[in-house]
């Protein structure tokens, strides 16, 4: 039914319906539970529940200026937690349940500490088969950001999650690895006709100004008012290994084949040919970007654990999907 690591105290769960009800009941307790979604892990408690939401914070050492995603799975609950328009319903038609959150004014319903104060509220349909189901047998929205310690790498996989917050938590329900392997595609609606891009994501920027029938503006803005930065908590360094990050828009043969042993080389597609030196990786044989992107995480992780002193990385090419994988890079290799 479920293993323990052995320097954890979390147990691990398969999705079985009699798991899947224990776990919606430790939820309506206040308790945490690590989940899975088609993005990154998550580590959800009641959103209705301040304790439990503050809870989250601690487990996590994140600082309470950054607001939580609230799950849902339905489009009633959506209305019992925010105001929607109709941009959200256009949106939530397009892509949900799926990798897009939507920023929406929130109803008082909704605790402080899960907007970190803020108006507003971040609100997501997620589309992983058995996180759906466990929010739809617990019946309450579930508050949840990336299951790591604040400021590393979100977790793709099971494994992940009990490296970093195994100590922390006591339930982590497995759902393999995720699809996707990015956070969700943040966009803020509450002014419908000047969309925003808080967060690159899978769903791409064209996408949603496709959907929505005009353009899509990127950040914050200058008069985004109450909003400190891009979005609330997306401090410029975050997904961030503890080995350096250096990027370069590309990887030249000769950079990397006469690289420094101690140093690993992280290139978008793996080189044709001629036998490879140790420290060169790669995100995917033939450069296909969902693929890239569902192994980011997860490459960068690996690399973290090999006692290099620096990781060189390759910039991806292209629009899209490209821009979230760079996002990520980006930040990676933000430093102080
Ligand atoms: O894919 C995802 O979105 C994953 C999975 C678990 O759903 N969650 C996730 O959560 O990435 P987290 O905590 O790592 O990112 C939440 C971010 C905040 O840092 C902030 O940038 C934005 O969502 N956010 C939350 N509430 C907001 C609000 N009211 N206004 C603007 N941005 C908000
Ligand atoms: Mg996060």
Not at 5 to 12: H, L
Not at 69 to 78: C, S, Y
Not at 201 to 221: C, D, K, N, S
Not at 243 to 270: C, F, G, I, M, N
Request: charged residues 25%; aromatic residues 4%.
């Amino acid at each position: 039914m479920e293993r323990i690591a052995q320097t954890s105290r979390a147990r691990v769960y398969r999705g079985t319906e009699a798991n899947l009800g224990r776990l919606a009941r430790a939820l309506r307790r206040g308790e945490l539970v690590a989940v899975p979604t088609e993005t990154v892990y998550g580590l959800a408690a009641d959103a209705l529940n301040p304790r439990a939401c503050r809870a989250i914070f601690r487990a996590k050492g994140r600082p309470a200026a950054d607001p939580l995603i609230v799950h849902i799975h339905a489009w009633g609950q959506l209305e019992e937690l925010a105001e929607p328009n109709e941009a959200a319903r256009i949106l939530a038609a397009a892509f949900w349940p799926g990798p897009l959150t939507l920023v929406l004014p929130k109803r008082p319903e909704v605790p402080e500490v899960v907007t970190s104060g803020l108006p507003s509220v971040a609100i997501r349909m997620p589309a992983h088969r058995v996180f759906r189901s466990l929010l739809k047998r617990c019946g309450r929205p579930l508050a949840a950001p990336s299951a790591n310690p604040f400021g590393y790498v979100s977790p793709t996989c099971v494994e992940h999650v009990v490296a970093g917050l195994g100590r922390r938590i006591d339930h982590i329900l497995d759902g393999g690895p995720c699809r996707i392997g990015l956070e969700s595609t943040i966009v803020d609606l509450r002014d419908p006709k000047h969309p925003r891009l808080l967060r690159p994501g899978a769903i791409t920027r064209e996408q949603i100004a496709a959907a929505l029938g005009r353009p899509v503006a990127v950040g914050g803005g200058k008069r985004s008012g109450h909003l400190p930065q891009v979005a609330p908590g997306l401090l410029k360094r975050h997904y961030s290994p503890r080995t350096p990050v250096v990027l370069h828009d590309h990887a030249s043969d000769s950079a990397w084949r006469k690289a420094r042993p101690d140093e690993a080389w992280l290139l978008t597609v793996k080189p044709v040919g001629r036998a490879l030196p140790e420290n060169v990786f790669w995100l995917d044989t033939r450069g296909r970007l969902p693929d890239a992107a569902r192994r980011l995480f997860a490459q960068l992780r690996a690399l973290d654990g090999r006692g290099f002193s620096k990781i060189h990385a390759e910039l991806v090419a292209g629009g899209g999907l490209a821009d979230a994988i760079n996002d990520r890079l980006r930040r990676a290799a933000a430093r102080g």
